[in-house]
């Protein structure tokens, strides 16, 4: 489902960041765990396709995104791939609901609002529906950036280090919710993180070398 | 974001005034020249003459005797095609009376709606604006009142009343703002008026004026050497160096003076013009920086949307969606901005309108929209559009994996 060969990258092409190959199945829950400047965040953003790789294949679906043109890349982008950021952002002048709608729309999905309330109930917030995501707590944030990113269905939901500024009790509670959602959805999950505590959760781990 | 909304709804608002006030202004007085070549009247400014005579704005600079004038009521005479006398002075409730022959009526295409044109002494036949503005019906009566303005003091009580026996069409001239009646009826007013014809009752007015009417046929004005008009509108049969000098002779061999109305109107403008050109350029100015103003605000709220603007390019959205966006953004702002300057705009003509209208008795309207303001319209979206192009540019570049790092 997530398959990387040969995969390297460089922003002055001196000093090139060269990545282990992956190889997650649909469905599966994966940890990349590094050190901070280990060049977890460019792989994050090359497998989300948000850069380019240099060298080397990125295959999400059997489709090799780093041969798409850049309009083709962002529209897979908008309905394979969903990321969920260590800090929730929105568009702070819409409310839940619409924030929601625009993710669908911009992935060129139909709007739907069943799909909306239905992710929004599961997560606990659906009575948020109608609210400016800036009132919003930290925790609520969250989990309506988990379930953007789970609108339009995508095979792979990619997380930035989506526990390392919470506690162990709402660690836990978040990664939870990450896998409770990501099997609900049968998508493949990939945590980018280097908070050690998430080491012995996941059976399936890739380690990033200082390079 | 606010303050060049509101810059823009001025610039735009200015202009549009502009052009309504500039457009109806020279619809009305090119309407009002009504192909007359030449104005005599007493000495005086040919301006004044040219704007008591043909625009009912100004005070007449004073009066000429028929005697005088003789020569140009002939209507064999070989240059003239047409002649009509005026005699100005009195007013009702505001709305000028002028003296004259029904030949008037020709000069401004002006037809009878209802009843008839006047042809009794006293009998007046009025515009269409005075009927609708004073409610004056077919068989209303009215006192005249001396000079232009409203005052009761000056009110011909002691004359004659004047009856309302035809109202015309409106014609979008000066004609509609106009009381019309016969030379004789203002020449009477006037010899009642004055003191020493204290014989007279006003139980005796009526029967005497039946008489007039029936027993006497008024004489012709041309005979009437020894009264007065205000001024004659001329029509030539043709523009050549016999009228040019014909002008010329009568501003030096007479006590006359012969007023050229596109001269003077050209003068007019001239004057006035200056005025309108600065206001234009000032409108233009607003306009610019109001754009410039579009253009700050927008590349500074992209500082702020920064990251929104990644977060989309996240969710799917192409770099020329973002652009696009943008540029809507601008235009959005423009549409806006113009929709507001217009409305504005024809509030404040409207407001005109009504002000003009008290002092100098001409309808202008708020509501009419001009071609013009379509091509406004096309210029503020493209300002808008413009103000917009770097910024959009500029948003479509957005580094969305540098964007979302930074944060």
Not at chain 1, 22 to 35: R, S, T
Not at chain 1, 80 to 91: D, L, R, T
């Amino acid at each position: 489902m997530l398959k990387t060969k040969n995969l390297e990258f460089s922003y002055n092409n001196q000093n090139w960041l060269k990545f282990p190959d992956i190889d997650c199945k649909e469905g599966e829950h994966w940890l990349l765990i590094g050190l901070s400047g280990s060049g977890k965040t460019t792989l994050l953003h090359l497998l989300g396709g948000l850069r380019t790789p240099k060298k080397g294949d990125i295959i999400i679906a059997n489709t090799n995104i780093s041969k798409l043109s850049s309009s083709e890349l962002d529209h897979f982008r908008g309905k394979q791939i969903g990321i969920v950021f260590q800090k929730a952002h929105f568009v702070r002048s819409l409310t839940v609901e619409e924030n929601l709608k625009l993710a669908q729309k911009l992935a060129g999905q139909p709007v739907s609002t069943a799909r909306i309330n239905e992710l929004l109930e599961r997560l606990n917030v659906q009575h948020k529906l109608k609210a400016k995501t800036d009132s919003l707590s930290i925790g609520e944030q969250q989990r309506v950036a988990i379930a953007r990113a789970l609108v339009n269905k995508p095979n792979i939901i990619l997380a930035d280090e989506p526990t390392s500024a919470l506690d162990d009790k709402h660690c836990d509670e978040v990664l939870e919710l990450l896998e409770t959602q990501a099997t609900q959805e049968n998508a493949t999950l990939l945590i980018v993180t280097h908070d050690a505590r998430l080491k012995e959760k996941f059976e399936n781990q890739i380690t990033l070398e200082d390079n | 974001m606010l303050l060049s909304l509101v810059l823009f709804a001025l610039g735009v608002g200015l202009i549009s005034l502009l052009l309504l006030l500039n457009t109806q202004l020279q619809e009305k007085f090119d309407k009002n020249l009504a192909d007359i070549d030449l104005v005599i009247g007493a000495k005086g400014s040919p301006l004044q003459l040219i704007l008591c005579s043909m625009y009912h704005i100004d005070a007449p600079t004073g009066n000429i005797s028929i005697k005088e004038a003789k020569p140009f009521l002939n209507p064999n005479h070989p240059l003239i095609k047409k002649t009509v006398p005026l005699s100005l002075g009195d007013s009702h409730k505001g709305y000028r009376i002028v003296g004259t022959l029904p030949s008037f009526l020709e000069l401004y295409n002006a037809e009878i709606g209802t009843g008839k044109i006047w042809e009794n002494d006293f009998e007046v036949t009025i515009g269409a604006g005075v009927a609708s503005d004073l409610k004056l019906k077919l068989g209303d009566q009215f006192h005249s009142s001396h000079g232009f303005v409203l005052d009761d003091n000056l009110i011909h009580d002691d004359g004659d009343k004047f009856k309302v026996v035809g109202i015309l069409k409106p014609t979008g001239s000066v004609a509609d703002q106009l009381i019309l009646t016969n030379t004789q009826s203002i020449w009477k007013t006037h010899d009642h008026a004055s003191p020493n014809d204290e014989s007279h009752e006003d139980h005796d007015h009526e029967g005497h004026d039946h008489d007039h009417d029936h027993s006497e046929e008024p004489k012709p004005l041309i005979e009437e050497v020894d009264q007065e008009i205000t001024s004659l509108l001329i029509q030539f049969k043709n523009r050549n160096y016999q009228t040019l000098n014909m002008a010329r002779s009568i501003n030096e061999n007479t006590d006359m003076q012969a007023a050229n109305p596109p001269i003077e109107i050209n003068r007019l403008h001239a004057m006035v013009g200056v005025g309108e050109e600065a206001l234009r350029i000032l409108a233009l100015i607003i306009v610019f920086v109001s754009g410039l103003s579009i253009f700050i605000s927008l590349f500074d709220s992209l500082r702020d949307r920064r990251y929104e603007l990644a977060l989309m390019r996240v969710m799917g959205a192409s770099r020329s969606k973002l652009f696009s966006l943008i540029i809507l953004e601008g235009i959005l702002l423009a549409a806006l901005g113009f929709a507001i300057g217009i409305f504005l705009s024809h509030i404040g003509m409207e407001v005109l309108a009504n002000f003009m209208k008290s002092s100098y008795r001409y309808s202008f309207s708020g509501t009419v929209f001009l071609k013009e303001e379509i091509y406004l319209l096309l210029g503020a979206l493209a300002i808008g559009m413009l103000a917009a192009i770097i910024p959009a540019i500029q948003a479509s570049r957005t580094d969305i994996s540098k964007t979302l790092t930074d944060s």
